[in-house]
Every structure is written in structure tokens, then in C-alpha cells.
């Protein structure tokens, strides 16, 4: 990766925000371009500087993290958002990628998570794991949705393969390399299924397939 990817940070607690840029800015491929303590501040500065992805705290004062993330969803949608926040409960977690959040973490994780789901947003648009596949499962359950067998009937077998894979977390590359395919076919299975199940993004093709039958966790 020749170019950095660029970062902004929202966290009101000063000692958390200023380890993440001091850690982060020593990554080779990652620029830290502005830092700072609330959401009002956040909105100053997007007006002048561009970034890639904004790791937000979702408790911040002035305009706090829940509202942030609705705007940035709305306003600047090229912007990948990963919730950086103590509260790691399924609620949480289902209601901001709900909210269009890509990725979600704890704040007691280590760096290299960090670093990994900032690659990740950027790379292949979203950072999924298991822990947001059960937020979304649990969701689901508590909605009482039931399973739907002509969704699955609607996919090829090869194309449910797929689906299992994004589902767990797998890239693009490392569903090709799994199932023996080139990254473009992959890609043009992954077109055709969003198609199929009326799906636009990640967040939604979990859930979709969480629904339907077509994943479990």
C-alpha cells in the first residue's frame, strides 16, 4: 500500500486519545491527520480536512457519538466509521452498525485490532468479526424473525458458500484462496448475491442471511 490511509479521531478521555494517535502514527501506511475531544469538533474540522476513516467514541460531550455517527452516515458516507467504545454489549454493537457504523471495538483491545479493522474499512469497506455476527444474530432473534426457505433456495450452493464466508469475516482474497476462485470471480459472485437478496452492503447481507437461514452463529 503505497498510500496512507487517513485518520481522524473522536475521544473525549485525553490519555485514550492521545495513545491512539502516538501508537497509530507510528504505523507506516496510517496518518493520523487531526484529533479531537467531541462531535461539534469533529464537524469543524471534516469541513477542512479530508480523511478515510474516524474512529468514534460513542460517550463524548457537546455532540456525542450516537449522533455523530447519523450525521457522518448522512454527510459524508465515503468516510468508514469504526466505533471505538467501552460499552461492547450486542445492543451496542447492533445499533451502530444499524446505524452505519463499518466496524466496532472495544476500547480495551490491543493496537494491532486496531490497525487490522482500519486496513480492513478500508480495504474491503467493512470489519466483521463474530462477536458483531452474534450482536446481529441476537437482534434478529429478539425481533422473532422467522427462517425463509426460498431464500435459500434462491442462491447457488457456490454462492451460499460465499455467504457463509463474508458472514465469518473472510476477504474477498481469502474467499478466493479458500475456494480455489480468482478475486474477481468472487467479486462478481458477491455483485450477483447483493443483487439476489436485495442487499447493498455487509451489515445487511449478515443480517439478511442471519434471517434467512443462511448463516448461524
Same mark, same amino acid.
Given at each position: 500500500?503505497?498510500? =496512507?490511509? @487517513?485518520?481522524?479521531?473522536?475521544? #473525549?478521555?485525553?490519555?485514550?486519545?492521545?495513545?491512539?494517535?502516538? !501508537?497509530? #502514527?507510528?504505523?507506516?501506511?496510517?496518518?493520523?491527520?487531526?484529533?479531537?475531544?467531541?462531535?461539534?469538533?469533529?464537524?469543524?474540522? !471534516?469541513?477542512?480536512?479530508?480523511?478515510?476513516?474516524?474512529?468514534?467514541?460513542?460517550?463524548?460531550?457537546?455532540?456525542?457519538?450516537?449522533?455523530?455517527?447519523?450525521?457522518?452516515?448522512?454527510?459524508?458516507?465515503?468516510?468508514? &466509521? +469504526? &466505533? %471505538? =467504545?467501552?460499552?461492547?454489549?450486542?445492543?451496542?454493537?447492533?445499533?451502530?452498525?444499524?446505524?452505519?457504523?463499518?466496524?466496532?471495538?472495544?476500547?480495551? *483491545?490491543?493496537?494491532?485490532? %486496531? &490497525?487490522?479493522?482500519?486496513?480492513?474499512?478500508?480495504?474491503?469497506?467493512?470489519?466483521?468479526?463474530?462477536?458483531? =455476527?452474534?450482536?446481529?444474530?441476537?437482534?434478529?432473534?429478539?425481533?422473532?424473525?422467522?427462517? /425463509?426457505?426460498?431464500?435459500?433456495?434462491?442462491?447457488?450452493? @457456490?454462492?451460499?458458500?460465499?455467504?457463509?464466508? %463474508? *458472514?465469518?469475516?473472510?476477504? /474477498?482474497?481469502?474467499?478466493?484462496?479458500?475456494? *480455489?476462485?480468482?478475486?474477481?470471480? %468472487?467479486?462478481?459472485?458477491?455483485?450477483? +448475491?447483493?443483487?439476489?437478496?436485495? $442487499?447493498? /452492503?455487509?451489515? =445487511?447481507?449478515? $443480517?439478511?442471511?442471519?434471517?434467512?437461514?443462511?448463516?448461524?452463529?
Amino acid at each position: 500500500m503505497s498510500k =496512507s490511509i @487517513r485518520i481522524a479521531i473522536a475521544e #473525549d478521555h485525553d490519555l485514550m486519545r492521545q495513545g491512539l494517535v502516538s !501508537l497509530l #502514527d507510528a504505523e507506516e501506511h496510517i496518518s493520523v491527520v487531526f484529533d479531537v475531544e467531541n462531535g461539534a469538533r469533529l464537524f469543524d474540522e !471534516l469541513k477542512k480536512k479530508k480523511v478515510d476513516v474516524v474512529l468514534l467514541d460513542l460517550e463524548m460531550p457537546v455532540l456525542n457519538g450516537h449522533q455523530a455517527l447519523k450525521i457522518l452516515s448522512t454527510r459524508y458516507p465515503e468516510i468508514a &466509521v +469504526i &466505533v %471505538v =467504545s467501552m460499552h461492547y454489549s450486542d445492543g451496542f454493537i447492533s445499533e451502530s452498525i444499524a446505524a452505519g457504523a463499518k466496524g466496532f471495538l472495544p476500547k480495551n *483491545c490491543d493496537i494491532d485490532k %486496531v &490497525v487490522d479493522a482500519i486496513y480492513a474499512v478500508k480495504e474491503q469497506g467493512y470489519y466483521f468479526d463474530d462477536k458483531i =455476527s452474534k450482536a446481529l444474530l441476537n437482534r434478529i432473534m429478539n425481533n422473532e424473525a422467522p427462517k /425463509n426457505k426460498f431464500s435459500q433456495d434462491l442462491l447457488t450452493s @457456490r454462492e451460499h458458500q460465499i455467504v457463509e464466508l %463474508v *458472514c465469518s469475516g473472510k476477504t /474477498n482474497k481469502e474467499i478466493a484462496s479458500l475456494l *480455489c476462485l480468482s478475486v474477481r470471480t %468472487v467479486e462478481v459472485h458477491r455483485n450477483t +448475491i447483493n443483487k439476489k437478496t436485495n $442487499t447493498k /452492503n455487509i451489515a =445487511s447481507l449478515v $443480517t439478511y442471511a442471519i434471517k434467512n437461514g443462511l448463516y448461524s452463529v
